[in-house]
């Protein structure tokens, strides 16, 4: 029997899969982690029951919940935890120490110690190396790229333990998702079908997944929409409308604060580390965070210029709304996107510019952790760097995409979008469409240069044919799959709920016997 520990499952769909993989492999549960009760995506009591009959059946199994990692009061029991880690394992996994810290950013309003952060760190490494030895756990399934301190802290320490990962991410492929058995996007071997024209490589595909490649996903028209409406355009009247949606905002949360008994009980998680469990002043500390925010709308409004050409050589640099999971962990290193920017300013050609917007919803006044992760320093910078220009957030991103040399992003939609309007892309992070040939991993100035010299060689009929090698490559392998990955998005899709469901499954079932054969 192969023990499987299950990370960040919140939903719906997670739960009737997870039920119906241990039904068919015959596999247990030695650790899980989920959503609070009442605050599962989907069916709530559905979901409950579901909890409750798998740790009935899984009774040796560690059942936690978000609330277990997320209030620094949770820690104390940790420290009754045999210690099993070593100092030379404390400095082996520096880079898993460094990304969580970070990711503590988005838990802590008020902002803490990297010396408090550390210690949380340091009983978190300890208490899931001793999960894993005490349950000998041999194999890991996320249904997304886990984004929680506590759960990149497991599953980082799994990846490097060499344990088997399961894992499912999104696509913007209309109807599928990336089902993988490693946490590496694979690359695509040379000589993989290199000698196929675009008939040729179209016809190693189903129908469906055909007309899916050049399609634009509803998903992804959806959400944009969204981000949109909350822009507010570079007017006269602008710093008077940003004030005013503060004002609306701030008086929301106060009543929020005021009245709790009025709204759903909710987890105080932008905060937790901060202790704070008391709703009003969980609203007023958000109060005050948001007036930062809203003050750097103004300051990004002020300072973008407002006479882009887009008759201009440029690369076009999408910036990533933070915290999120596409810039953090995703993004690796880069996370910092000034850097990104840098790199990008320092390798174009003599002449080109490097325009650079900032992502719609990093201004949300829904987001207020967002202000830890821009400041104006972060603005003044990338003024000062001489070939960057700051875009207008109402100018749009699809025209900036199709008049655009190439595109530059850490791991967003942006890469995507542009290779199938022939546009290249120069790729700073780990996403599903970097192994393909008209995208470019940048890992530092040499390495962007020289991507920029060989995408420069493409024409749209070189970019189509390496797109659609890509796609057959991860078909043959079995790692794309007709499924949404988020609960909302089962409707969407074009197949039934059920038969989403069982294609997760049966892929899963698939990846787990390939992986006991190794």
């Known amino acids: 029997m192969t023990n499987y520990a299950f990370l960040d499952i919140a939903q719906e769909f997670h739960l009737e899969i997870i039920s119906k993989f241990l039904e068919r492999t015959g596999t247990s549960i030695s650790f899980m982690n989920t959503a609070v009760a009442g605050n599962f995506h989907g069916d709530i009591n559905k979901c409950q ?27 104390t029991r940790f ?52 999960i894993l030895e005490k349950h000998n756990i041999e194999g890991v399934v996320v249904f997304d790229t886990p984004h929680g301190f506590f759960s990149h802290i497991m599953y980082e320490l799994c990846k490097a333990k060499g344990i088997k990962l399961l894992k499912l991410e999104y696509h913007f492929l209309t109807n599928y998702s990336v089902l993988l058995n490693q946490d590496e996007w694979p690359a695509i071997p040379e000589d993989f079908k290199n000698n196929k024209d675009e008939k040729e490589l179209l016809d190693l595909l189903p129908e469906d997944l055909k007309s899916a490649v050049f399609e634009g996903s509803e998903i992804l028209k959806n959400y944009k929409s969204k981000e949109t409406k909350a822009i507010v355009k570079q007017s006269f009247f602008s710093t008077s409308t940003l004030y005013l949606r503060y004002l609306d905002k701030a008086i ?86 000034l850097m990104m920017v840098k ?3 320092d390798s174009v050609p003599e002449g080109w510019k490097v325009y650079v917007k900032e992502h719609p919803n990093q201004f949300n006044v829904r987001k207020v952790p967002n202000r830890h992760y821009r400041d104006k320093l972060f603005y003044d910078c990338l003024e000062e760097l001489k070939n960057v220009e700051i875009v207008p957030l109402e100018i749009n991103s699809e025209n900036l995409i199709q008049n655009s040399q190439m595109v530059a992003t850490l791991t967003g939609t942006l890469g995507w979008e542009a290779m199938t309007k022939s546009i ?19 890992s530092n100035v040499d390495s962007c240069k020289n991507a920029i010299a060989e995408l420069r060689k493409m024409d749209a009929k070189d970019i189509k044919i390496e797109i659609l090698r890509y796609i057959a490559f991860y078909h043959e392998q079995k790692w794309l799959i007709q499924t949404a990955n988020w609960q909302t998005n089962f409707e969407i899709n074009s197949i039934t709920y059920e038969e989403q469901i ?13 992986n006991l054969e190794y």
Request: aromatic share 14%.
């Open 252 to 337: 929301k949360n106060l009543i929020m604060g005021f009245f709790p008994y009025l709204f759903k009980k909710e987890v105080l998680h932008f905060s937790s580390l901060n202790g704070i469990n008391n709703r009003l002043r969980y609203r007023i500390i958000l109060n005050k965070q948001l007036w930062k925010l809203i003050k750097l709308n103004i300051h990004y409004n002020n300072i973008a210029n407002k006479d882009i050409s887009l008759s201009s050589n440029y690369v076009f640099v999408g910036l990533h709304m933070q915290p999120e999971k596409t810039s953090q962990p995703m993004g690796g290193e880069f996370d910092n996107q």
């Open 79 to 130: 420290v009754n935890i045999p210690w099993v880690i070593t100092e030379r394992e404390i400095i082996d996994f520096k880079h898993i120490e460094s990304m969580a810290m970070r990711l503590m950013d988005r838990a802590a309003l008020i902002p803490t110690s990297a010396f408090s952060r550390r210690r949380i760190y340091l009983l978190l490494l300890n208490y899931f190396s001793y």
């Open 424 to 442: 290249p892309a120069l790729v700073f992070g780990d996403t599903y469409y970097m192994a393909c040939r008209a995208a470019r991993k940048i």
């Open 49 to 75: 029951n579901w909890v409750d009959e798998l740790k009935q059946k899984n009774k040796d199994g560690e059942f936690t919940t978000i609330n277990d990692f997320i209030f620094p009061k949770s820690y």
């Open 343 to 345: 790199v990008l300013s």
């Open 502 to 514: 069982d294609n997760i499954v049966n892929r899963l079932n698939y990846f787990h016997s390939k």
